[in-house]
């Protein structure tokens, strides 16, 4: 991994990516020498990759049924380590001939050996079980770090668990289980996970090959599988409706680089450097003459993973001004004549890593408290929500019940609205109350539910974000535009400051439990805009009250992926 104090990398990655050929669903991982090794699961292929190349050999041609299935891969001296349903399995790299270690009593989904000390990871127990390697004995158990379907391996002193639903890389002290820190993956779905050096040997690309080592310090890093499904228009020409949308496969394996902070509790992974366009078309609904009018946008934030590199005009010149720390762009008019078109906004290119915190209860320091300034404006009722009602109020007392711990009380809202909520695109935002009396709230709606319910509780919270990039790294340089716009929230913790937090995402299983992998966490792809203020405002001397800007103009935003990067701290 990269050094903590190393300078910002804008690295491309462009040729890391591998993708094995004539694979459907990588679902273990680990490093032969110059080779990777991965199983697919539905093909029941032991295959051998070279990552130069992407040449794929399998090496089990006469006994594919029998790893139909096997999740989790481990390479240890001589032999094989993997898990087939309830089973643990060795088998000997030459012969392949299987040998049951241990049996579960629920699937198995990984397992990594180090030593003496074999590592078994299985979702529906919650643990991962230790046994003795020589004797099969029975160890000890620690608690799974995610909620799902986990694969491992070790490396140096530490184990390395790579969870399915949580899209995250968990690294845990071997003995006792604990988190060091953990990483969100850049992409959904990752099912294996090894360490490897990429290229340790020159190949017949020495430029590509130079690039490489110097961009992963020719230190082993993780490599992380993914398995999926992706949707695509399949052309039928014997159809009478050629253009069908049905979903194939994607499974492909790329390296996870990650910059971890220890004394701030926080981890950065693989970002890319996005351009984001926002525009606003002048489309009145009605005739209208507006004078010295003023349209205020702000611009992306600079933030702990987020860095704009560079921002300009589209259509009409803005001045630049700060407010509240945030920068804001302005675009001035001496006169808006009535059906008058023209387009104002800006361009912006910006670097977007994936963050996560490792923070617990035990971290914080109860002896601090919220600061006055965040009092007064962070624990009202500012935006309609419903504050004031019986509905919110009685909810507020339940969603906590007597914790008293700022992070356990969050979580605890959150999981509160969760079991409470389930996600619907509405025609328009009701305030908390409606909403959770409904039961189903949009992204809106399950933030306004959420603020309400953590400001009751003495929790400073606000709305944060905007808009998601269309997460297809794959599609480089390409026009991609969100379906939606997406806000989330952020809450404060006294000593550490404003922590990220999704408003519906994680809400993916009735009644849960929930994965929080973006509790205190967001993907590279989140957009953060004008943290604290106002997206857009507009003003002029003579705007009629029933005007909003919707009804003067209809929005056009775009992105674009560029590269990918390395995060190595700003």
């Known amino acids: 991994m990269p050094k903590p104090d190393s300078p910002l990398s804008d690295i491309s990655l462009q040729y890391a990516t591998i993708r094995p050929i004539g694979v459907y669903a990588l679902s273990g991982l680990a490093a032969d020498g110059e080779h ?70 629920y699937p198995v989904t990984g397992v990594a050996v180090w030593e003496s000390t074999v590592y078994v990871s299985c979702q529906k127990s919650g643990y991962i079980h230790t046994y003795e390697r020589s004797t ?14 986990e694969t491992m391996t070790v490396f140096e002193d530490a184990l390395w668990v790579c969870d399915r639903e949580e899209q995250t890389v968990y690294c845990l002290d071997r003995a006792t289980g604990k988190i060091q820190f953990s990483a969100l993956t850049p992409f959904s779905s990752p099912t294996g996970i090894t360490f490897f050096a990429p290229f340790p040997s020159q190949s017949q690309d020495p430029i590509q090959d130079q690039d490489l080592i110097q961009a992963q310090n020719q230190t082993p890093v993780p490599y992380i599988a993914y398995a999926d499904e992706e949707p695509y228009i399949r052309d039928d020409p014997n159809s009478e409706f050629p253009y069908q949308l049905t979903f194939r496969d994607r499974t492909f394996i790329h390296p996870l680089h990650i910059h971890h902070k220890a004394i701030a509790h926080y981890s950065l992974s693989n970002g890319f450097l996005v351009e984001l366009s926002y525009v606003e078309e002048l489309l009145p609904l009605e005739a209208v003459t507006l004078n010295n009018a003023e349209w205020r946008i702000a611009l992306p934030s600079d933030t ?14 803005f001045t630049l001004e700060e407010q509240e720390g945030q920068k804001v762009a302005v675009f001035k008019f001496d006169q808006v004549l009535p059906h008058q078109g023209g387009l104002l906004g800006w361009k912006a290119v910006i670097e977007m890593y994936g963050l996560k915190y490792s923070l617990t209860p035990e971290d914080i320091d109860t002896s601090l408290t919220l600061p006055p300034d965040l009092q007064a404006r962070y624990l009202i009722d ?189």
């Open 382 to 570: 500012d935006d309609d929500l419903a504050m004031d009602t019986p509905t919110i109020l009685q909810a507020a007392k339940e969603a906590v019940g007597t914790e008293t711990n700022v992070l356990r009380k969050i979580l605890k809202i959150r999981n509160y609205v969760y079991d409470r909520l389930s996600y619907g695109i509405q025609p328009r935002i009701d305030t908390p109350d409606v909403a959770l009396a409904r039961g189903v709230g949009s992204c809106g709606e399950y933030v306004g539910v959420l603020l309400a319910l953590a400001r009751l509780n003495g929790i400073a919270c606000r709305t944060i974000g905007r808009y998601k990039c269309p997460p297809h790294p794959e599609l480089r340089h390409l026009p991609l535009e969100p379906d939606y716009n997406h806000v989330w929230l952020e809450f404060y913790v006294p000593g550490v400051g404003w922590l990220p937090m999704e408003s519906n995402v994680d809400d993916i299983i009735d009644r849960g439990p929930y994965p929080e992998r973006f509790f205190m966490g967001l993907a590279w792809y989140h957009t953060e805009i004008g943290k604290g203020i106002s997206f857009t405002k507009m003003k002029a001397d003579d705007k009629p009250e029933h005007i909003s800007l919707g009804d003067l103009a209809i929005n056009h935003i775009r992105f674009r992926i560029l590269e990918e990067l390395i995060p190595v701290g700003h």
């Open 304 to 317: 702990l993973r987020q860095r704009v590199r560079h921002v300009e005009p589209i259509g009409h010149p």
């Open 136 to 149: 099969g004995k029975s160890l000890e158990r620690l608690p799974q770090p995610g909620i799902g379907p």
């Open 36 to 105: 990777l090794l991965a199983v697919d699961s539905v093909r029941g292929y032991l295959i051998q990759i070279d990552p130069r190349t992407n040449n794929t050999t399998i090496l089990n041609p006469h006994s594919v049924s029998a790893w139909i299935g096997v999740t989790g891969l481990m390479v240890w001296q001589d032999t094989l380590w993997f898990a087939k349903g309830q089973e643990v399995i060795w088998c000997d790299r030459q012969t392949l001939t299987p040998t049951v270690f241990t049996r579960l009593p």
